[in-house]
């Protein structure tokens, strides 16, 4: 089981930025592609951006441009930097393996997540 510990979340206004961190336990997390979800309130969790091992990411259309994902293997921890936030980003952001059977069977647990509200 992989420990998932998101952090850097907050109250920002339209248009400010924040970046998040993922620490995990150990150092099995650099051989997975790894992403970055959110759940807003009354909604499922989606995968919003990820990265695989290689350093190679892939956005959903509604936040390439405005967020990066990124990560530092030596560290055991992925990076989620967003620009340009607005109401609509509010959520809580969690980070997890990219692929859902790497999920279930390796990592095997979600962190608690890091709120993030946009809000004048």
Same mark, same amino acid.
């Given at each position: 089981?992989?420990?998932?510990?998101?952090?850097?979340?907050?109250?920002?206004?339209?248009?400010?930025?924040?970046?998040?961190?993922?620490?995990?336990?150990?150092?099995?997390?650099?051989?997975?592609?790894?992403? +970055?979800?959110?759940?807003? &309130?009354?909604?499922?969790?989606?995968?919003?951006?990820?990265?695989?091992?290689?350093?190679?990411?892939?956005?959903?259309?509604?936040?390439?441009?405005?967020?990066?994902? =990124?990560?530092?293997?030596?560290?055991?921890?992925?990076?989620?930097?967003?620009?340009?936030?607005? &109401?609509?980003?509010?959520?809580?952001?969690?980070?997890?393996?990219?692929? &859902?059977?790497?999920?279930?069977?390796?990592?095997?647990? +979600?962190?608690?997540?890091?709120?993030?509200?946009? =809000?004048?």
């Amino acid at each position: 089981q992989v420990q998932l510990v998101e952090s850097g979340g907050g109250l920002v206004q339209p248009g400010g930025s924040l970046r998040l961190s993922c620490a995990a336990s150990g150092s099995i997390i650099s051989i997975y592609a790894m992403g +970055w979800y959110r759940q807003a &309130p009354g909604k499922q969790r989606e995968l919003v951006a990820t990265i695989n091992s290689g350093g190679r990411t892939h956005y959903v259309d509604f936040v390439k441009g405005r967020f990066t994902i =990124s990560r530092d293997n030596a560290k055991n921890t992925v990076y989620l930097q967003m620009n340009s936030l607005q &109401p609509e980003d509010t959520a809580i952001y969690y980070c997890n393996a990219a692929e &859902p059977g790497i999920v279930t069977k390796v990592f095997r647990s +979600w962190g608690q997540g890091t709120q993030v509200t946009v =809000s004048s």
